[in-house]
């Protein structure tokens, strides 16, 4: 088998394609052909050892994939060989093969070809998991997505038009507003040109939004912030920027607001079930028209270190896959 291997800690340049011998799957696992692996701005940080885990080096990127059952291991019983499946990875996906617990691997919709299915979990169950289970959106609530065009920010314009909130779109650059627009954002602002906090004083009438979905930190948290609604929940998601903000504890104090942490990675571990749902009901959705999976660009697996430059860069609008 072929795969990327990251031997040290360090950026994309750093990463090889590299031949391993072909694994077993153990008691509970199943072993994949890859057809598509998801690339996701946290694995430009894993590879850095900047990440909330650090894997034991050497080690392959990549934590969702869609491809085929080749075997099952001793207890394995919800899929069997022939299989075209999701698997969600701590490691291991961009590979042309990879190892996955069976809990963790669930029938791919035949709707989705390979690529919009590797687009699908970390993204998609992200948002659903902050906007659904952490900040109980509500329709008819006004919901403000930053980093609108990225991965997990679009399918957070999606998930909150599809429940039947407002939708404002921040993004950095006008060529990413018509996406948005394109996916569910009823209003769209240019965060880069436009003065945050005026705009969104101006589209909700001094209120402020109700729920704000922030998968990049960095300068733009604390503006946001101070434009939230009374009783408004903020989400922390991620910090894309590269820096984390700290922000003055008197503001969620002054607007009754709350300050809550996204983890979905965890949460799809700690409650499977729960999370087994929440991508049911997307599936739905998809199914019904009500949501669509962008996959922007597709790489190689020798093509991964561009691929990861690509979205440190900013240069990626919805998702972006490698195909092995």
Not at 26 to 43: I, M, S, T
Not at 193 to 202: H, M, N, P, V
């Amino acid at each position: 088998m072929k795969a990327v291997r990251c031997n040290a800690w360090g950026r994309a340049e750093s990463l090889s394609v590299e031949s391993l011998p072909l694994p077993s799957p153990a008691a509970g696992e199943v072993l994949l052909r890859v057809h598509a692996a998801g690339v996701n701005f946290p694995d430009t940080l894993i590879i850095q050892g900047k990440y909330q885990f650090r894997p034991e080096l050497p080690f392959t990127p990549g934590s969702e994939v869609a491809g085929e059952v080749l075997a099952v291991g001793e207890g394995v019983s919800r899929v069997a060989v022939g299989d075209r499946v999701i698997a969600f990875l701590t490691t291991g996906g961009y590979a042309t093969h990879a190892v996955a617990i069976a809990s963790q691997v669930m029938p791919m919709p035949p709707e989705l070809d390979y690529e919009e299915a590797a687009a699908f979990t970390l993204a998609s169950g992200t948002s659903y998991h902050a906007l659904v289970d952490r900040a109980k959106l509500q329709a008819g609530e006004t919901l403000l997505v930053l980093g609108a065009a990225g991965g997990v920010g679009l399918a957070a314009v999606q998930i909150g038009h599809a429940l039947g909130a407002r939708v404002i779109a921040a993004v950095g650059s006008d060529e990413k507003l018509p996406i948005c627009k394109g996916n569910g954002a009823d209003e769209v602002i240019n965060y880069a040109t436009e003065d945050l906090r005026a705009r969104l004083k101006e589209l909700t009438g001094g209120k402020g939004p109700d729920v704000i979905y922030d998968p990049v930190g960095g300068s733009f948290a604390e503006p946001a912030f101070r434009s939230i609604g009374w009783g408004g929940r903020y989400l922390v998601v991620g910090f894309a920027a590269g820096d984390i903000p700290a922000l003055p504890l008197n503001l969620p104090l002054l607007k009754g607001a709350s300050i809550v942490g996204v983890f979905w990675g965890e949460f799809a571990r700690r409650d499977p079930r729960g999370n087994a749902r929440n991508l049911g009901t997307m599936i739905g959705w998809i199914k019904d028209g009500k949501m669509k999976l962008l996959v922007s660009k597709t790489y190689p697996l020798e093509g991964a270190a561009q691929a990861l430059r690509d979205l440190e860069e900013r240069k990626v609008t919805g998702k972006v896959v490698i195909v092995p």
